[in-house]
């Protein structure tokens, strides 16, 4: 199980993956906020940037202000914060310190700051704890301040945890780096298109600060500038290339940015953030991404062009490393939920330990079973699947355990059983509580002796097989009422995996979207690149009954509708897409659910066995509704028990 830390961790990895291809600043300042403000649980966060010796307001978030509608709950009044030892943001811009503060009307007399509590007059808001943070440059110099603001533990306002202060401190250095690049690159062309002496010197200055390589060619594709890091991206000596044609000196390498560079050349085209694999024979499997706009003069002829090559060798390795980590044997999932399940399949693949996979119908329990098997040593033996509820009870003890030719009507020759058709490798018994009582026995005895009968013969036959049961059945109320045997229960429950509903983990929906366009790209041979936000919050609200499998399928139906780059709501299905929380008056099912007790949603479930279609029928709610009440209540199928 992954600690908050180590969350936080992987968390800082993402973000800064986010972060090398962001190029709009005020977006990047939004997704530094926000991601900052989710990962210490805080409930607001502003950033300044230093602007002519002073702090300027850039931007804010607040959920409490924002649920409110109050004055500032968006952005404040434009206003300058003067950087002194007065204030907590100026004093951190002035000293370059972190500032951790558990209470702001309660500072200690000797400290040389205060707060400021207009704001909170303002709004009626009690600010109570803040996380200062200076943001440096590669140089050390502070060119911002990031607050954020009350951490919160449930409803209750809390110190920001010590822990977290370097995890921030590290993402605001990478933070006034990608915002130092941004300026940086807009500088460049400024100064190309001036062409003065003095320009030319500030951008040597800048080419030697910035970590990715910038050639600079005229139109006829003569370098007229390149910066240091060129030496160690496309490993050749920057100051000897200047004045030479581009394809001269790139014939040590690929040449994979010299067709990108004729285009732009020819048709003033520009490209952002153009992935390939860019060789040379010091590395030969360089992965980079390159950039490049038209240089123009004051009247709109274009100049030249500037090449901006980014390595991404490092950044494709974290991608691979997080990827690898959110998709174990095609199951897909990032929520601490999931994690939790990935680490505890780790620790089971390589064991013959009897699991019992739980959950809902299309939470992905038969791709857990598999992922136990083709992750272990029993991989190259077969994995045999048994559906246990699409039989009857004679055909299921013949399928299992085979049968002697005269054993029973149409029985005409011998036919061995799943359990031997699995000798080696693994048996997996999908729906395992619909297995009959009798059975139940005989299946319990398999598990305990390793052996075998099969029908009409009294030999008994030895099995080597490693058993996965999975089921979305309750077994303690099976076994309360008689139907499933406890022994049984205990013996398939050596380790549980109880797998959440995809309403349990909707932080995993934008992933398995992700997920779900690339397999249907390559299948349906389109090339899809997105959800809209517009169908993806209503992905996010949907309930899903269906889970993962109704999901995929939703994906699935809009691939046949849409026709162009962008999934939007009109191609998801109509259910999906008409869906609301509440019922309308018109139907009476508002009246109905408000006026019903929790002991009636109880009784109701019980009886229908926890099917939620039943029981939503039996109550006269629809299926949504029913789900609101259950998680309104806190109701679990234990509850009866």
């Not at 030319?200 to 890091?229: G, P």
């Not at 790139?250 to 994979?256: G, I």
């Not at 998709?327 to 064991?351: A, R």
């Not at 797998?499 to 249907?520: K, M, N, V, Y």
Request: glycine letters at 6%; aromatic letters at 6%; a neutral charge.
């Amino acid at each position: 199980m992954l600690s908050s830390l180590d969350i936080a961790k992987q968390k800082l990895i993402e973000i800064s993956i986010a972060l090398s291809s962001e190029t709009d600043l005020s977006e990047l300042l939004k997704k530094i906020i926000f991601e900052l403000r989710v990962l210490t649980n805080a409930d607001g966060g502003s950033l300044f940037l230093v602007s002519n010796g002073n702090l300027r307001f850039e931007v804010a978030q607040n959920n409490t202000l924002i649920l409110a509608k109050g004055e500032d709950f968006q952005f404040f009044k434009q206003f300058e914060i003067p950087i002194s030892e007065q204030s907590i943001a100026g004093y951190v811009a002035l000293t370059g310190k972190i500032l951790n503060i558990p209470d702001v009307y309660n500072l200690a007399a000797h400290l040389p700051y205060r707060f400021d509590p207009s704001f909170d007059l303002r709004n009626n808001y009690r600010t109570q704890s803040i996380l200062a943070v200076p943001l440096k440059d590669h140089t050390g110099t502070v060119i911002g301040v990031l607050e954020l603001i009350n951490a919160m533990d449930g409803q209750d306002k809390v110190p920001f945890r010590e822990a977290y202060e370097n995890v921030v401190l590290s993402l605001a250095s990478l933070a006034a780096v990608a915002i130092n690049k941004a300026r940086l690159i807009q500088t460049i062309q400024d100064l190309l298109e001036a062409e003065k002496e003095q320009y030319r010197r500030n951008l040597e200055a800048i080419f030697r600060s910035v970590n990715d390589a910038i050639i600079t060619v005229d139109k006829n594709m003569r370098i007229i500038a390149a910066n240091d890091a060129v030496r160690g991206i496309c490993s050749i000596d920057p100051q000897a290339i200047i004045n030479h044609q581009f394809h001269d000196v790139t014939r040590y390498c690929s040449q994979s940015c010299v067709r990108a560079l004729k285009e732009i050349l020819e048709k003033g085209r520009t490209i952002k953030e153009y992935r390939l694999e860019c060789g040379n024979q010091y590395r030969p499997h360089q992965l980079v991404s390159v950039s490049s706009s038209p240089l123009r003069d004051k009247a709109d002829k274009n100049i030249g062009t500037v090449l901006v090559i980014r390595d991404l060798t490092r950044v494709a390795e974290m991608e691979g490393e997080l990827r690898e980590r959110y998709n174990l044997h095609n199951i897909v999932g990032k929520s601490h939920e999931m994690q939790k399940i990935f680490h505890l399949l780790d620790e089971l693949m390589n064991t013959d330990t009897t699991v019992l996979i739980t959950g809902e119908t299309g939470t992905g329990k038969e791709l857990v079973a598999k992922a136990l098997h083709y992750g272990g040593p029993r991989a190259a033996k077969p994995l045999i699947t048994v559906n246990c509820s699409a039989l009857a009870e004679n055909l299921l003890e013949s399928e299992l355990f085979g049968h002697v030719k005269g054993a029973f009507t149409g029985a005409q020759k011998d036919r061995i059983g799943r359990f031997q058709a699995a000798h080696g490798g693994t048996i997996f018994l999908d729906e395992v509580g619909d297995i009959p009582p009798r059975l139940q026995l005989k299946l319990l005895r398999v598990l305990q002796e390793k052996t075998i009968e099969r029908v009409g013969d009294s030999t008994t036959c030895r099995v080597d097989v490693r058993v996965i049961a999975a089921t979305n059945r309750h077994l303690k109320q099976r076994i309360s009422q008689g139907e499933f045997r406890e022994d049984l229960y205990y013996r398939l429950k050596v380790l549980e995996i109880a797998l959440p509903g995809l309403r349990e983990r909707r932080e995993d929906i934008p992933l398995l979207i992700q997920h779900f366009l690339t397999l249907f790209n390559k299948s349906y041979h389109k090339n899809i690149e997105e959800i809209s936000q517009e169908a993806l919050k209503t992905f996010m609200i949907y309930p899903w009954p269906g889970n993962v499998r109704e999901l995929q399928h939703a994906i699935e139906h809009a691939y046949v509708l849409c026709n162009g780059p962008t999934i939007a709501l009109e191609h998801i299905p109509a259910e999906i897409r008409d869906f609301q929380f509440r019922e309308t008056p018109a139907t009476g099912g508002r009246l109905k659910s408000s006026a019903l007790q929790t002991a009636e949603i109880l009784q109701a479930l019980t009886e229908t066995g926890w099917n939620k279609a039943k029981a939503a029928r039996r109550l006269g709610i629809s299926r949504p509704t029913l789900y609101q009440l259950i998680n309104l209540h806190h109701l679990e199928p234990s509850d009866h028990l």
